[in-house]
C-alpha cells in the first residue's frame, strides 16, 4: 500500500513551458487535492476534486488546470510556467469529508521556475 | 487574507516539558479543525482534531483544545520528545470540501 504517490520529485522549468505533475493514491479515496507551500504562506489549496470526473478550484487556482479522469489519479498542469509558480507542491486524499477530515499527503514535488 | 494564523514561527522546548503550539482563526463558521507534522522533505502527516462542537480531545500524548470564543485553539503535547522537532500546521474547514492552514510552528525538543 503506497498510499499517496507524486511524480516528479523535482523539477526545472523555463518561463512559459508547460508541465503535468501526477498524484497517485491507492487508497480508493473519493477527495483529493492539489496544495502549494511557500516560505511564510502554509499550505493553500489550489483545486480539488471530490470525484471522478469533477474538480472545483480552490483559493489560489489561476495558472493551474486539473483532471480527474480516473478516481486514483489526479493531474495538476502549468500550462505557460512563471517564476511566481515557483513552489512545493504537495497532493492529498481524504475518503470522504462526511466521515473523516483527515486528509493523506503525497511527499511533495518541488518546482523551480527559472 | 489569512483565515488561520500561527503567529510563533518556531518554539524551542526541553525534552519531556510541556510544548503548547497555538493557532488563531478569523472565520467562526469554521466546522472542524486539524493538526499535521511535517518532517523535512515529506508530506504533512495527520496528527489530531476536533470538532466544533468540542471544546478539547486527547490522544495519547496530545491533547487539542478549542476556544470557540476566542477564535483560538492551542495543540499541547506532554511529554515533549526529541522525535516531535517538526514543523506543526493547524488547519480549518468550512464545508470539508476546502481547507485552509496556518503557517506552521517549527518546535524543536532539545535532549
Known amino acids: 500500500n503506497a498510499g499517496v504517490t507524486q511524480t516528479p520529485k523535482f523539477r526545472v522549468l523555463k518561463t512559459g513551458q508547460s508541465m503535468t505533475l501526477l498524484c497517485a493514491q491507492d487508497m480508493n479515496h473519493e477527495y483529493m487535492y492539489w496544495y502549494r507551500q511557500d516560505p511564510g504562506m502554509g499550505l493553500r489549496l489550489i483545486h480539488y476534486?471530490?470525484?471522478?470526473?469533477?474538480?472545483a478550484k480552490g483559493e489560489v487556482p489561476d495558472g493551474y488546470n486539473v483532471s480527474r479522469l480516473k478516481k486514483q489519479n489526479f493531474l495538476l498542469g502549468l500550462e505557460s510556467a512563471a517564476p511566481s509558480q515557483t513552489s512545493v507542491y504537495f497532493c492529498?486524499?481524504?475518503?470522504?469529508?462526511?466521515?473523516?477530515?483527515?486528509?493523506?499527503f503525497g511527499p511533495g514535488t518541488r518546482l523551480t521556475v527559472t | 487574507d489569512q483565515q488561520v494564523k500561527q503567529n510563533s514561527p518556531s518554539l524551542s522546548v526541553q525534552e519531556g516539558r510541556i510544548s503548547i503550539l497555538n493557532c488563531d482563526y478569523t472565520?467562526?463558521?469554521?466546522?472542524?479543525f486539524l493538526w499535521y507534522k511535517k518532517y523535512p522533505a515529506e508530506g504533512p502527516t495527520f496528527l489530531i482534531s476536533?470538532?466544533?462542537?468540542?471544546d478539547k480531545n486527547e490522544d495519547g500524548r496530545f491533547t487539542v483544545f478549542l476556544n470557540k470564543s476566542a477564535k483560538h485553539l492551542s495543540l499541547h503535547i506532554v511529554p515533549s520528545q526529541p522525535g516531535d522537532s517538526a514543523v506543526y500546521f493547524c488547519a480549518a474547514t468550512l464545508i470539508s470540501n476546502q481547507f485552509y492552514f496556518g503557517t506552521g510552528t517549527s518546535l524543536t525538543v532539545i535532549p
Open positions: 476534486s471530490v470525484g471522478e470526473g469533477t474538480t
Open positions: 492529498a486524499s481524504s475518503l470522504t469529508s462526511g466521515s473523516s477530515y483527515e486528509q493523506y
Open positions: 472565520n467562526s463558521m469554521f466546522d472542524y
Open positions: 476536533i470538532s466544533s462542537i468540542k
